[in-house]
């Protein structure tokens, strides 16, 4: 496999449109702790776009265009992204401090995460998580499809 420095290997790299790729990298930086990677456009223009990741989460940010928009713009969302933090509880007052949207406050679920759910500035959903327990899926009525190896 060929190494490419500007995406990792065997990640999943979600694209998330922003009405303004430029606020959202200081905003995501400021409340959920991500960095910024890199950034494109036009110099002294508009960024079209930057890759940010928290951790090992990775994530890329689009400008809004014809057959993009955000959350904001069309008035819902679409998907959810969670992402595992180690300490759950000091993000969680962290995003809140910043002024994130709380939409679920922090808890523990039935599967073995504790979590909190937030909004960002456009509307995108996000959960945080961390393993709070080790709960077999068929124990809150998953049914496996094949066992892990």
């Known amino acids: ?15 998330l449109v922003y009405q ?3 606020e959202a990298i200081v905003w995501l930086a400021k409340t ?6 890199y950034r494109y456009g036009e110099p002294g223009g508009v960024v079209n776009g930057a890759q ?3 951790g090992n989460a990775w994530i890329m940010l689009q400008q809004e265009r014809e057959h ?23 993000h969680f007052q962290r995003a809140k401090v910043a ?3 709380i939409v679920e406050e922090l808890h523990e679920t039935g ?21 709070a327990r080790d709960v ?7 049914t496996l499809a094949k066992p892990p190896a």
């Not at 496999?1 to 694209?15: A, F, G, Q």
């Open 68 to 90: 993009r928009a955000s959350p904001a713009r069309v008035g819902y969302g679409t998907q959810s992204l969670t992402i595992f933090v180690e300490d759950v509880e000091a």
């Open 111 to 131: 599967y073995g995460e504790k979590q909190y759910g937030a909004a960002d500035l456009d509307g995108h959903h996000w959960l945080f998580s961390r393993h």
């Open 20 to 22: 303004n790729v430029a």
């Open 1 to 15: 496999m060929i190494v490419n420095r500007s995406v990792p290997v065997n990640t999943v790299l979600p694209h």
């Open 32 to 37: 959920f702790g991500f960095t910024e990677y």
């Open 136 to 142: 077999n899926p068929e124990e809150w009525g998953a």
């Open 52 to 54: 940010m990741h928290l």
């Open 99 to 101: 002024g994130a949207k």
